[in-house]
């Protein structure tokens, strides 16, 4: 008799839902970083928070979405190439309020590639020494800027063309930089 109850106590453990798992600090960052930018724009705007139009802006904002931010789009369905739709799990919980760390949460629960996202390190170009870059972040800084090096076959006509941009790109560092 014993046996049996403390098996159905094991049972029942197992089949009872535990506590949702809080995001840790750095957790989801696209996610959380994309939403709150989002939910922002939407308060800023005046827009009715409805499901559906939340789902429209959502779709909007992607569109023009690039880099990681469109990745996450990707993920959610948002973009036109995307396989699966889970847009709703995110209009829905908006229309109602609920934080974008609590929205996260239950992205990753369906699918955990949403939280794995991370930004890539911004390089501060007033102090960096572009010489000692690779090309490939080179090529970097300049597709982040909209901008391609047709032509250039070594890593000094890439340090030339970024050079050639950076006042318009990054004026401040353009300003603070007086070794090149």
Known sequence: MLCLSGLSVA??????????????????????????????????????????????????????????????????????????KIINEVSKPLSYHVPVEKICEKLKKKDSQICELRYDKQLDLTTVDLKKLKVKDLKKILEEWGESCKGCAEKSDFIRKITELMPKYAPAAAKARTDL
Do not use: M
């Open 11 to 84: 049972l029942a453990l197992v089949l009872v839902p535990g506590a949702v798992e809080a995001l840790k600090e750095g957790e989801c960052e696209v996610c959380v970083a994309f939403l709150g930018r989002f939910y922002q724009s939407l308060k800023d705007s005046n827009t009715d928070f409805t499901s559906a139009d939340i789902e429209k802006a959502l779709l909007k904002s992607c569109a023009a979405a690039k880099g990681k931010d469109n990745r996450f789009c990707y993920y959610i369905g948002a973009t036109s190439d995307a396989a699966t």
